[in-house]
């Protein structure tokens, strides 16, 4: 099994992005590697790391020119340096244990500063018992800060970039410009399905709002104002914005789609003409990954400088120094037939590199297979500790009846839950998990909070359901070749009412697609079942801390509803219900977790095969069927090896039984 170690940190989306790209693309070329994507940044500094991002992001909003000064301080000095990082000495330590634990084939960085502490804790680089790749998400003007220490290998998003590198003393041999490792799904999207249409009676322009948020609407207004134009608006998690938006557009909701968070802007650039957006790495490489010109309207001075100079000095679109220019460059963009948009397009294919992340995973894999290296101890500069690896491996799965672990009730940023689909399935199959069912909210539109579903982030909107479900079945199959772990795809149906007693929400388990919201309690039942999915009446409790109302109905007509449903949570979260055992009622537990601390809570335990029908005919059937309080106790013993949130990787099964039906 090969093993690949990427080193990341939360400063820009595009560090993170690479990051994320290349390990879906490592698992997409190969079974025979294991892809972990370590922030450890945040792991040795926990608030600090927090205190010292939430700043980051407030200096570069509102005082761009003093992160100018930092970025360009990084450029000209030595800092960080061999001979010893100010500083950095907790988490020089937090790599060196972390190194050691795992014993990676291959470390690739996607962040500058783990390339120096790497070559301290190596002072020898003969010694190092690993490849190194650094992976550069600058473009053009790079900080010298990503070639100050040596590596195997220097990833550049094109021929500029490389240029600079050679220039500031790196072997020609050692850079390599693959392009910038976007989404895998980018090559699929311009390889196999049709691009854009030239442009005709309607020109669909993308507009990704993460800047000067409070000139957004008036924009906005601005670009509805050109003839034949269609807008679709993300707004990210800004629930507020959307609102607004929303409210704004209403008169012109047939030429607007708005939408908050998104999984699938791959689909989103691929099928826009073009997209108005700041200079951000991740974004601009994107655009050019689709093929769709730009009209850049923020640049970040420095650290998105190279970016904007793409994009001129190529002809890739155009910059906006003003608000009121977006709108009359998108006009100049398509007068005389488009003359300049054809332009942009045609200069950007040149530079379009879609399929740059299975590119890299073909180097990282043959770095695993050409760099074997003596797997004897090596003394780390400055370590004295002596730490044995960590398991992180997922359980071997058999045909046979086990015991099984099971979460049936999970929420992602699809609606009120912190982590993404990607995120879920890594968070409970590091813990070795036999089966997930992600339940995101979706709320009947002909209640209050459905009519609020597009003003808002705490559900599922409709128009959100296609690319859930998409989401969802790659993910089912990552989650089964990477973790041997079943995942399956759930709705919450929230069916609020004015008072906790006419209010319900139904979990629909294993569901193979969207089933409309607007329908009675009993037809979405119906339609659970005609899917071949489980009904289960989730959470009687009060919800002191929650943002939901106290959903109460389904118990309280238990009577009319027992024939119907299959199941009912008996445990939720910290509580557990006695009714439901008294009466004998088919029942499970699960977290409804919505953030990382939600996994110490009531688990279901099923004793069967691991597969779909056969968990699904044990919950129906209330034969061999346990709770259990899962509490995550393997932290403290794994603290050196964290994942993005700062959680264990390990695997952590520590069940405590405590109610059974055989």
Request: contains cysteine.
């Amino acid at each position: 099994m090969k093993k690949v170690l990427i080193l990341t940190a939360g400063f820009g989306e595009g560090h993170n992005a690479a990051a994320r790209n290349l390990r879906d693309a490592l698992e997409l070329e190969s079974d025979e590697v294991k892809v972990e994507i370590l922030d450890l940044i945040e792991s040795a500094y926990g608030r600090i790391n927090t205190l010292v991002k939430s700043t980051y992001l407030k200096v570069i909003d509102y005082a761009p020119f003093v992160w100018n000064g930092i970025y360009g301080w990084l450029n000209s000095s030595s800092w960080p340096n061999p001979e010893g990082q100010v500083g950095l000495a907790r988490l020089r330590q937090h790599l060196a244990d972390v190194l050691r634990a795992t014993e990676p084939d291959v470390v690739v960085t996607t962040y500058p500063i783990y390339a120096p502490l790497i070559q301290q804790l190596y002072r020898d680089h003969s010694e190092r018992p690993f490849r190194l790749i650094s992976v550069v998400t600058d473009s053009i003007t790079a900080n010298s800060i990503w070639w100050r220490a040596p590596s195997d290998a220097w990833i550049v998003s094109n021929e500029a970039t490389a240029e600079a590198l050679r220039a500031g003393g790196v072997p020609a041999d050692k850079v390599k410009a693959l392009g910038f490792p976007v989404s895998p799904r980018f090559a699929e999207l311009t390889d196999i399905e049709v691009l854009p249409p030239d442009v005709g009676t309607t020109r669909r322009i993308l507009v990704i709002v993460n800047h000067n948020k409070k000139k957004a609407a008036r924009t906005v207004d601005e670009l509805l104002e050109i003839p034949d134009t269609h807008l679709t608006i993300t707004v990210g998690r800004d629930a507020e914005l959307k609102a607004k938006l929303a409210e704004r557009t209403r008169k012109v909701s047939d030429r607007v789609t708005l939408l908050g968070w998104t999984n699938v802007m791959p689909r989103l650039l691929v099928d826009s003409h073009l997209v108005v957006t700041k200079a951000g790495g991740a974004t601009v490489q994107e655009a050019v990954a689709a093929r769709c010109p730009m009209i850049l309207n923020h640049i970040l001075p420095g650290q998105e400088e190279g970016n904007a100079r793409l994009v001129t000095e190529y002809g890739l679109g155009a910059i906006a120094e003003r608000r009121r220019e977006i709108a009359e460059l998108v006009e100049d963009a398509f007068k005389y037939q488009g003359r300049r948009w054809r332009e942009w397009r045609h200069n950007i294919a040149k530079l379009s590199k879609p399929d740059a992340a299975l590119q890299l995973a073909k180097l990282v894999l043959d770095f695993c297979d050409s760099g074997e290296r003596p797997r004897k101890t090596i003394p780390l500069f400055g370590d004295g500790h002596d730490r044995s690896p960590v398991n992180t491996s997922a359980a071997v799965v058999s045909g046979e009846s086990k015991m099984l672990l099971c979460d049936f009730h999970t929420h992602t940023n699809y609606s009120d839950g912190k982590l993404s689909v990607p995120d879920l399935v890594d968070f409970y199959g590091r813990r070795g998990f036999d089966c997930l069912c992600v339940t995101d909210h979706l709320a009947d539109p002909r209640r209050l909070l459905g009519k609020l579903a597009r003003l808002t982030n705490l559900t599922l909107a409709p128009d959100q359901l296609p690319e859930y479900f998409d989401v969802l079945e790659r993910e089912r199959r990552r989650a089964w070749r990477k973790y041997s772990m079943l995942l399956m795809a759930g709705i919450e149906f929230n069916k609020d009412g004015l008072t906790s007693k006419s209010s319900a929400h139904l979990l629909g388990i294993d569901l193979r697609s969207p089933i409309n919201p607007a329908l009675d309690l009993p037809e979405t039942i119906a339609q659970i079942h005609t899917q071949g999915g489980l009904a289960v009446a989730s959470h009687p409790h009060v919800m002191k801390s929650e943002w939901g109302k106290n959903t109460l109905y389904l118990w309280g007509n238990q009577t009319q509803f027992a024939p119907l449903i299959d199941a009912w949570e008996i445990a939720n979260r910290n509580d557990i219900f006695t009714p439901v055992g008294h009466k004998r009622l088919p029942f499970l537990a699960n977290s409804d977790f919505h953030k990382p601390k939600h996994i110490e809570s009531w688990k279901t335990l099923l004793h069967c095969e691991k597969d779909a029908e056969a968990i699904k005919d044990c919950i129906r059937e209330n034969r061999h069927v346990a709770i259990t309080f899962y509490r995550d106790d393997g932290a403290a013993r794994v603290r050196q090896l964290v994942d993005p949130i700062g959680e264990p990787l390990a695997p952590v099964r520590q069940p405590e039984l405590l109610v059974a039906r055989s």
